[in-house]
């Protein structure tokens, strides 16, 4: 071989080696002195989170595009000046925006999901070693509707407490990864569709709120109920909270009070024990029971209200007397009883779906003491929950065929697609059909004239039961001289369609059941029943009034709501929801004090309708 080419080939590789070698050396010091390093993104991208919507469609959560402002510090050459400069504009302590900048490191948080102004004023700055990221944000357009049921989500989209933590992996699409148009892959989110009606959550938060706030209540709840489905159309708690900032409420405030925290129901319970024994002992229902104001079992002095006298059945549910139903229960057999407690749902969870759903209360028969019996049918020793309540008190009104609650009507894609769709189980007949209409007609007379008369409206044939217990505090061991006020009760009586449950903790004045919750359930009632199209020869002595601007109405053009009352708008927006396919959004109670659009403009299909109340 040529010498002379053998050392020419030589030293040509040691070059390109050599050249090789400085331009590692090179490339990774710059990956370690950069300003801006970019590392590949393995995972799919992220897309934000689904949609929860209301059974109409209606958006109750949504994921919006912002803006968050981050620094490199070691492109900031003042990082004093920088801090006193941003501080007043983000709203962030100066000596905190400094300590983060003069941390060693090329990546520290300014602000996340911060207002669009703030990002603008602050990129109107141009200061160097501050810059932005596009990341979704959480947002419920209706603030603090169905906040406890909703739940929220974290700085990273991660769901925390609710429906959000629940179906958390849905929501953000975790458990399914997808391409786009693009071929990127992307995370499949998905929305939720509930059985939730905003409208009828709004109107039992409405009604709710006002009568906790004017009687001076801890909290209430309220369950609407659809009988037939056994949908929930609406879980109110009060007082709620906004979901856009629940950084701010307490975690009492955020909790599903009577769902998460169940609660000793008092004389409703009654109802139960007539159930068991109209399956056990039907007999008791032909004898009669003196009342003397009291009763004395097992050396305790159990009170009634009142001395009631000579009562059958249907008396001591009208008048909710204890003395008669622990007469009548003394008969029936532990055993059995405690059978029809759990046949009506009692000591389970109703499987419904929400996030901390407690079973209540209800020991096993071997538990139980002598007085268990007795204290279980006046509501005591056993503790419920609202859903438990409401379904139980639907099987009743369906006939004896108990439909469990459900919450969630369904998953889909983004545009629309259906992923899974959830129908309500049911667990059967849990009583004959006749028990199920003795029932019903005891407790219509509950409303007609006994302890739930503030339930009765002059629209509705309405039935249902009192409730009131002695709260039980755990950190004394014992009843205290506070009260849980209840009323359960459906309407319409000839034709069921809701059930609905009012709570309300600790009422000033330690008001009943009968005075505190009943006359919240006769407001739910006036209000969601008209919305639901539910009428004909229940209502009575409503004159319907014309709108003076009616001749505007011709079909497809906006009428002139104001003055009317919401009964008269209700049919009116029926109408044209099944004409045109209006959307309408209803705030406030008492008559139409304001309306968009105004009167005589001409309405386009899937236009949304708002209406001011006072």
């Known amino acids: 071989m040529n010498r002379s080419a053998f050392n020419s080939r030589v030293y040509l590789t040691a070059f390109l080696l050599f050249a090789f070698f400085i331009l590692i ?37 949504l994921s919006i595009v912002t803006e968050s402002i981050f620094a490199n510090p070691e ?24 300590e983060r900048i003069q941390r060693g490191k090329r990546f520290v948080w300014i602000q996340r999901k ?120 609406a879980l109110a708690k009060v007082p709620s909270f906004d979901l856009n ?79 008669g139903i622990i007469q009548s229960v003394m008969n029936l057999d532990r055993k059995n009883f405690y059978s029809t407690l759990m046949k009506f749902g009692f000591g389970r969870p109703t499987g419904a779906g929400i996030p901390g759903e407690t079973s209540g209360i209800l020991r096993p ?37 108990y439909v469990s609650p459900s919450i969630v009507e369904g998953v889909e894609k983004p545009d629309g697609t259906v992923v899974q769709r959830y129908y309500p189980g049911s667990r059967g007949r849990i009583m004959r059909e006749e028990d199920a209409a003795l029932l019903m007609g005891m407790m219509r007379q509950a ?31 014992a009843y205290s001289d506070k009260n849980i006020s209840s009323f359960i009760g459906v309407a319409p009586y000839k034709n069921p369609k809701i059930c609905v ?32 199209g539910i009428g004909g020869d229940d209502i009575t002595g409503i004159e319907i009034k014309k709108s003076p601007a009616g001749k505007l109405f011709s079909g497809n053009t906006m009428p002139d709501l104001r003055g009317m009352n919401f009964l008269e708008v209700s049919g009116i927006l029926a109408d044209l929801n099944r004409s045109l396919g209006v959307k309408h959004y209803i705030k406030g109670s008492g008559t139409v004090a304001a309306q968009r659009p105004l009167p005589g403009t001409v309405l386009k299909e899937n236009d949304t309708i708002i209406i001011n109340m006072r």
Not at 373 to 397: K, N, P
Not at 505 to 512: A, E, I, K, S
């Open 25 to 61: 050396v090179i490339k990774l010091f710059n990956l370690h002195f950069s300003e801006k390093i970019i590392i590949p993104d393995s995972l799919p991208a992220d897309t934000g989170r689904g949609y929860i919507l209301d059974r109409n469609g209606y958006v109750l959560a």
């Open 75 to 98: 492109e900031v050459s003042d990082p004093l000046l920088v801090a006193r400069a941003l501080s007043p504009i983000v709203g962030v302590p100066a000596g905190t925006l400094l």
């Open 114 to 233: 911060t207002d669009d102004s703030v990002a603008a004023a602050v990129r109107e700055m141009g200061i160097r070693g501050i810059h932005f990221r596009k990341e979704y944000k959480r947002v419920y357009p209706y603030r603090d509707l169905a906040s406890n049921l909703l739940g929220f989500v974290g700085i990273d989209n991660t769901g925390l407490e609710g429906l959000e933590h629940r179906f958390d992996q849905l929501l953000s699409g975790r458990d399914e990864v997808v391409r786009d148009e693009s071929a990127r892959e992307i995370y499949q989110k998905k929305n939720l569709r509930l059985t939730i009606d905003r409208l009828i959550q709004n109107i039992a938060e409405e009604e709710l709120g006002s009568t906790v706030k004017s009687i001076r209540a801890d909290q209430g709840a309220a369950v609407v109920f659809d009988i037939e489905s056994g949908r929930v159309l």
């Open 245 to 323: 900032r629940y950084q701010n409420y307490s975690q009492q405030i955020r909790r599903l009070y009577t769902v998460v925290d169940s609660f000793e129901p008092g004389s409703t319970l009654k109802v139960i024990a007539a159930a068991s024994l109209l399956e056990h002992n039907p007999e008791v229902f032909k004898k009669e029971f003196v009342c003397e104001g009291k009763i004395d079992v097992g050396g305790v002095t159990i009170n009634c209200l009142h001395e009631h006298g000579r009562v059958n059945m249907t008396d001591i549910i009208r008048y909710s007397c204890n003395s």
């Open 365 to 401: 028969v071997k538990q139980w003491s002598g007085l268990s019996r007795y204290s279980i049918s006046i509501g005591h020793e056993i503790s419920v929950t609202s859903l438990q309540m409401a379904a139980a008190f639907g099987a009743i009104a369906n006939r004896g065929v």
């Open 447 to 477: 409303v007609a004239d006994g302890t739930g008369r503030r339930a009765e409206s002059g629209y509705y044939e309405t039935l249902g039961k009192t409730g009131t217990s002695q709260k039980f505090m755990k950190s004394l061991g």
């Open 501 to 532: 449950l009012v709570v309300i903790d600790d009422p000033g004045d330690n008001l009943t059941g009968g005075a505190a919750a009943a006359p919240v359930f006769k407001k739910i009632i006036e209000r969601v029943l008209p919305y639901m």
